[in-house]
């Protein structure tokens, strides 16, 4: 019994230290532990040139942080795929059905339509998508989601328009622990390619890519 | 005994798959943003309300002024500026235009400027999907051009950048603290 303390103990401090040791990482920004809501402070008089968004836009590129590796590497293969989308924030709100309700269509972000661009032909789901520029949305449901390539490029994120789809996967939701209060997407390697990570409140979803 | 240990493994795999959950991207401090010409195309595209053809878009990061001065302060004068912040600000063109009287080829470029009190440098270089303007290298640069600084009464907090129509094509606006630009583009 004093051995399994023990090692009880020494996985709380383990676990402990490694927590420090990302605030620390993260500290050159506000955020700590990577998500509570940012204080931007409100401009004092409006941006007559250009308000600044209330749900920002980020980027996330394939292989992740393409652009810092780019600039230790300059000679490196361009990336694989590059998604530009904007981030709302839960405030208080449940994904399901606060903001998003099953069986519509969602923009899988905010404001301009979510961006994803392929440097080089890839598959998902054994279908064929050429490089290039295409914009995504998603049909969330409780038990599936349905992911759309579209080609309706340069629009804003409402009613997209499923005259233009290129392809639809299915996807699986899973129900993750913690609750994101920023909608994120990122790339994640895998052994065939990487998947396009899609995670918000408590949700998390997958598209598998293959290259 | 062994109920202790299944416990005691259970218990640190519950805590490394904690650490080993990768951490997701947290909201940039200077949120990131985007601008066409026309201006608000994508908006215009989806009300059907398309008067001329897609031009260019600016895809750059928010820096806010938060107190510091910023031109001959935070920005040094005479140095290339990054134009923005994080990833390098990126100008796209959807085709061929002119700046300055030089031919820009359509496609995606970055954009940079050499910051003077009076005037700026502005570089359009073609290294894309890079950081900031830490590995700036002139040797990729595609044109540059001058163009005047204009002092305003007003401070903005956040940068801004945002195009307007001209005669000849559209400006590039870029606005941060008391200094304004504008950068002709024709087409």
Known sequence: ?211 | MKKAITLITVFQLFFFCLLAQSPLPSVDKSPMDMSYYPDKYPVLKIQNKITEPLAGRIVYSRPQKAGRVIFGGLVKYGEVWRFGANEATEIEFYKNVHIGGKKLNKGRHTIYALVNENSWTIIINKETDTWGSFKYDSKKDVLRTTVPVQKMDTIVESLAMVFEKSTTGCNLIIAWDNVKVSVPFTF
């Open chain 1, 1 to 211: 019994m004093r051995i399994f303390i023990l090692l009880l103990l020494g996985s709380f401090f383990s676990f402990s230290c490694n927590q420090k040791k990302e605030k620390n990482n993260n500290s050159k920004s506000i955020v700590v532990n990577g998500d509570t809501i940012l204080k931007i402070k409100p401009e004092k008089t409006i941006n007559t040139y250009e308000p600044v968004d209330v749900s920002p836009m980020d980027m996330s590129y394939f292989p992740a942080d393409y652009p810092k590796l780019k600039m230790d590497q300059p000679t490196m293969n361009p990336p694989i795929a590059r998604v530009v989308y904007s981030r709302p924030h839960l405030q208080g709100r449940k994904i399901f059905h606060d903001v998003l309700k099953y069986g519509e269509p969602w923009r899988l972000g905010a404001n301009e339509s979510t961006e994803l661009d392929f440097y080089r032909d890839v598959t998902i789901q054994n279908k064929k998508i050429k490089a290039g520029r295409y914009i995504l949305y998603a049909i969330p449901e409780q038990d599936k989601w349905t992911i759309v390539l579209n080609s309706n490029i340069d629009s804003w994120g409402l009613h997209p328009d499923p005259s233009k789809d290129i392809a639809r996967f299915i996807v699986s939701p899973t129900k993750i622990s913690s609750s994101i209060e920023y909608f994120t997407m990122i790339f994640q390697q895998t052994t065939t390619g990487a998947d396009l990570l899609i995670v918000w409140d408590n949700i998390e979803v997958k598209l598998p890519i293959v290259f």
